[in-house]
């Protein structure tokens, strides 16, 4: 019985002797013919599978050079070369429409993907120009390959319907590709060297699975597009990728809804190379800009099911970081971070956020001009809650953006006479002090609402030709901005002086008492760049009404009207008026100071040249009226109250004929 054995043994090793000859040629021939690629590429507008040159020298065992696999389905466009590799393929299988691959090596790898340009999806096009090419396909496709090959009637032999041929199988197992040097994904894209594991299983248009995929970067480049026309991202990338997709049925799930059944997780370190491509992703809030030099940058991004999970951030510190707001840039040292946090109670989907601190900075005006605060921790966050997902290709949908500024220090409080129009009669001459503020707004419409303190000790200011010091308090409420409209509603902001002393000499000698006055802003409204910067009302108190007296009544130690100087003496008076700041001048209309037995009503107007008003002045039984033309003093003595009525009905008059 043994003997037998070996004789049958050495009967079958005789046979496959005499018979791998045979095998080789016919393997290598199949190979070579093209057999194999005409079987498998049977609709190549939809898929082809084809390489440069391919050899077997052991039964299963293909060795190959120049692969390239391509595909379309009706939403999106795929394409992977090696450059060599060997493969275990089950031949006889191939009968069956079933390319079984149970071991795949390669190096020099790419792959590359788009979506369709003709599949609705939301997509600028610059966006657009940095996706990658695809050899062989156009986009959108002409024509499309559906159209190419549409669903027709079942066919049909003697009568009776032939059942149709089963779809093509394709799985790849055993995948191990080293010199992984790019994959491409919509406009983002990685260059370098990479190795990549795992294994898929196809049945086209039924049924699609990848299994434990793994890619471990050794150093690479990030950037948005291609070469230089690319904008860089990350460079010295370092990390590991892992993940799968769950089996789907293609044809329920088409193009990125398929995202919904992949999951995993990506660590990654590199050096970013600058924070410009993240304005791609802040393009809906215009007013707000973010630039930033190289520096390291972490990113662990956890993704299941085809949502990014909470725990998932990426964090850049770059050496240097500007963020720009409204007509502001801060500069500085920082870092940039997104995240995804747990959502609220009642908020099931993780809360994404991309937070942008300054730990020192320097804010100035514009682009040109030089720093008039600085300070530490300004912080600009953006984010919503919707859930950011593979499918949307975003970080993150911005809904809302908020901007917080700690108390800052402004060394130079005379750098805000920038906003005032150059004919005010008032000014800041120097002095410091600290401001903070914060604002927020939402989208679409990105109206928002905030405050902004300022507070100033040791303030030098001028009115008209006087010299003024004290201490400043200006709380501002930003109760409304509109970005569209460029209208800030600041209604509500409070104004108060405190310790107000003049430091000029006085004609009537002696040293005056400080002054004080407290202010609220009604219906204000700013409109930079109109003709009426500023309008509001005011609702005041005043410790007296020096200062209003003194726009009107120049100080002399002989006075026409002795009994006027009583008006100085009155204690807390109320004030009310109507404010208008233009871009050739400042009005103060409806002017109302009341107190004890002191009333007084004007209107004031400040431009080029000297000021012009009226003013109605009543202590007790006693008034007057006074007519101020370019400087000029006309009392008027007989009569005043109608006189000063007629005056406002000229004004409002003239007002409404404009």
Same mark, same amino acid.
């Given at each position: 019985?043994?003997?037998?054995?070996?004789?049958?043994?050495?009967?079958?090793?005789?046979?496959?002797?005499?018979?791998? #000859?045979?095998?080789?040629?016919?393997?290598?021939?199949?190979?070579?013919?093209?057999?194999?690629?005409?079987?498998?590429?049977?609709?190549?507008?939809?898929?082809?599978?084809?390489?440069?040159?391919?050899?077997?020298?052991?039964?299963? +065992?293909?060795?190959?050079?120049?692969?390239?696999?391509?595909?379309?389905?009706?939403?999106? *466009?795929?394409? %992977?070369?090696?450059?060599?590799?060997?493969?275990?393929?089950?031949?006889?299988?191939?009968?069956?429409?079933?390319?079984?691959?149970?071991?795949? &090596?390669?190096?020099?790898?790419?792959?590359?993907?788009?979506?369709?340009? /003709?599949?609705?999806?939301?997509?600028? &096009?610059?966006?657009?120009?940095?996706?990658?090419?695809?050899?062989?396909?156009?986009?959108?496709?002409?024509?499309?390959?559906?159209?190419?090959?549409?669903?027709?009637?079942?066919?049909?032999?003697?009568?009776?319907?032939?059942?149709?041929?089963?779809?093509?199988?394709?799985?790849?197992?055993?995948?191990?590709?080293?010199? &992984?040097?790019?994959?491409?994904?919509?406009? %983002?894209?990685?260059?370098?060297?990479?190795?990549?594991?795992?294994?898929?299983?196809?049945?086209?248009?039924?049924?699609?699975?990848?299994?434990?995929?793994?890619?471990?970067?050794?150093?690479?480049?990030?950037?948005?597009?291609?070469?230089?026309?690319?904008?860089?991202?990350?460079?010295?990338?370092?990390?590991?990728?892992?993940?799968?997709?769950?089996?789907?049925?293609?044809? !329920?799930?088409?193009?990125?809804?398929?995202?919904?059944?992949?999951?995993?997780?990506?660590?990654?370190?590199?050096? %970013?190379?600058?924070?410009?491509?993240?304005?791609?992703?802040?393009? #809906?809030?215009?007013?707000? /800009?973010?630039?930033?030099?190289?520096?390291?940058?972490?990113?662990?991004?956890?993704?299941?099911?085809?949502?990014?999970?909470? $725990?998932?951030?990426?964090?850049? =510190?770059?050496?240097?970081?500007?963020?720009?707001?409204?007509?502001?840039?801060?500069?500085?040292?920082?870092?940039?971070?997104?995240?995804?946090?747990?959502?609220?109670?009642?908020?099931?989907?993780?809360?994404?956020?991309?937070?942008?601190?300054?730990?020192?900075?320097?804010?100035?005006?514009?682009?040109?001009?030089?720093?008039?605060? *600085?300070?530490? /921790?300004?912080?600009?966050?953006?984010?919503?809650?919707?859930?950011?997902?593979?499918?949307?290709?975003?970080?993150?949908?911005?809904?809302? %953006?908020?901007?917080?500024?700690?108390?800052?220090? +402004?060394?130079?409080?005379?750098?805000?006479?920038?906003?005032?129009?150059?004919?005010?009669?008032?000014?800041?001459?120097?002095?410091?002090?600290?401001?903070?503020?914060?604002?927020?707004?939402?989208?679409?419409?990105?109206?928002?609402?905030?405050?902004?303190?300022?507070?100033?000790?040791?303030?030098?200011?001028?009115?008209?030709? =006087?010299?003024?010091? $004290?201490?400043?308090? &200006?709380?501002?409420?930003?109760?409304?901005?509109?970005? *569209?409209?460029?209208?800030?509603?600041?209604?509500?902001?409070?104004?108060?002086?405190?310790?107000?002393?003049?430091? /000029?000499?006085?004609?009537?000698?002696?040293?005056?008492?400080?002054?004080?006055?407290?202010?609220?802003?009604?219906?204000?409204?700013?409109?930079?760049?109109?003709?009426?910067?500023?309008?509001?009302?005011?609702?005041?108190?005043?410790?007296?009404? @020096?200062?209003?007296?003194?726009?009107?009544?120049?100080?002399?130690?002989?006075? +026409?009207?002795?009994?006027?100087?009583?008006?100085?003496?009155?204690?807390?008076?109320?004030?009310?008026?109507?404010?208008?700041?233009?871009?050739?001048?400042?009005?103060?209309? !409806?002017?109302?100071?009341?107190?004890?037995?002191?009333?007084?009503?004007?209107?004031?107007?400040?431009?080029?040249?000297? #000021?012009?008003?009226?003013?109605?002045? @009543?202590?007790?039984?006693?008034?007057?009226?006074?007519?101020?033309?370019?400087?000029?003093?006309?009392?008027?003595?007989?009569?005043?109250?109608?006189?000063?009525?007629?005056?406002?009905?000229?004004?409002?008059?003239?007002?409404?004929?404009?």
């Amino acid at each position: 019985m043994k003997r037998l054995v070996l004789r049958l043994l050495a009967l079958t090793g005789l046979f496959l002797a005499l018979l791998y #000859p045979v095998y080789l040629w016919a393997g290598n021939h199949f190979l070579r013919s093209g057999e194999l690629e005409k079987r498998l590429n049977r609709r190549p507008e939809r898929l082809l599978i084809r390489f440069r040159s391919a050899r077997t020298v052991f039964p299963g +065992v293909v060795q190959f050079e120049g692969l390239e696999i391509r595909n379309q389905t009706r939403t999106v *466009q795929w394409w %992977v070369a090696v450059d060599r590799g060997s493969a275990d393929i089950d031949l006889l299988r191939l009968y069956n429409r079933e390319f079984i691959v149970s071991r795949l &090596v390669g190096e020099g790898v790419s792959f590359r993907l788009r979506r369709r340009a /003709d599949t609705p999806y939301q997509k600028t &096009v610059t966006r657009r120009a940095l996706e990658p090419p695809i050899p062989g396909f156009s986009n959108p496709p002409r024509p499309a390959p559906e159209a190419l090959y549409p669903p027709g009637p079942p066919k049909a032999k003697d009568g009776k319907p032939v059942p149709p041929r089963p779809p093509w199988r394709i799985r790849l197992a055993g995948i191990d590709l080293t010199g &992984v040097r790019e994959i491409w994904i919509e406009e %983002v894209r990685f260059s370098g060297e990479a190795r990549a594991a795992g294994a898929f299983d196809l049945r086209l248009r039924r049924r699609f699975e990848l299994e434990g995929a793994r890619v471990e970067v050794a150093s690479g480049n990030l950037a948005l597009g291609a070469g230089g026309a690319g904008e860089p991202i990350l460079g010295g990338i370092r990390g590991r990728l892992a993940g799968n997709i769950a089996s789907y049925q293609p044809a !329920d799930f088409r193009g990125w809804n398929m995202l919904r059944f992949v999951s995993g997780r990506a660590e990654i370190q590199g050096r %970013v190379r600058g924070l410009d491509w993240l304005n791609l992703y802040l393009q #809906p809030i215009h007013w707000v /800009d973010l630039q930033g030099a190289a520096g390291p940058m972490t990113a662990d991004l956890r993704m299941k099911e085809g949502g990014f999970i909470a $725990g998932t951030f990426m964090e850049a =510190r770059p050496d240097h970081l500007a963020l720009g707001f409204l007509d502001y840039l801060a500069e500085g040292a920082g870092r940039v971070r997104w995240e995804l946090n747990p959502g609220e109670k009642g908020q099931p989907n993780p809360v994404g956020r991309l937070g942008m601190v300054l730990d020192e900075f320097r804010l100035r005006r514009g682009r040109q001009g030089k720093p008039h605060v *600085q300070g530490r /921790d300004l912080r600009i966050d953006a984010g919503g809650s919707e859930p950011p997902r593979l499918a949307q290709h975003l970080l993150f949908t911005p809904q809302w %953006v908020s901007i917080a500024m700690p108390q800052a220090e +402004v060394p130079d409080l005379s750098y805000y006479n920038a906003y005032l129009p150059k004919t005010a009669p008032f000014g800041l001459l120097g002095g410091s002090g600290r401001i903070s503020g914060s604002f927020r707004a939402a989208g679409p419409q990105w109206v928002g609402s905030g405050d902004l303190r300022l507070h100033g000790q040791g303030v030098t200011a001028r009115f008209e030709d =006087r010299r003024l010091r $004290g201490d400043l308090a &200006v709380h501002t409420l930003l109760r409304k901005v509109d970005f *569209q409209e460029r209208s800030f509603d600041i209604s509500g902001t409070q104004v108060e002086l405190r310790g107000v002393r003049r430091l /000029d000499p006085s004609p009537t000698g002696g040293a005056a008492l400080p002054w004080w006055a407290r202010a609220r802003l009604q219906g204000a409204v700013i409109r930079p760049g109109a003709p009426v910067y500023l309008k509001a009302g005011i609702d005041g108190t005043l410790s007296d009404p @020096r200062p209003l007296l003194a726009m009107f009544i120049p100080e002399q130690r002989k006075r +026409v009207l002795r009994w006027v100087d009583n008006l100085l003496d009155v204690q807390g008076v109320a004030a009310t008026g109507q404010v208008r700041l233009t871009q050739s001048g400042a009005r103060l209309d !409806d002017m109302k100071v009341a107190g004890g037995n002191a009333l007084l009503l004007g209107d004031l107007r400040f431009g080029p040249g000297r #000021p012009n008003g009226a003013l109605y002045a @009543r202590y007790g039984r006693l008034d007057v009226g006074l007519d101020l033309q370019n400087g000029q003093r006309d009392w008027k003595i007989l009569r005043p109250k109608k006189w000063f009525a007629e005056q406002r009905g000229l004004r409002d008059r003239s007002f409404a004929s404009k």
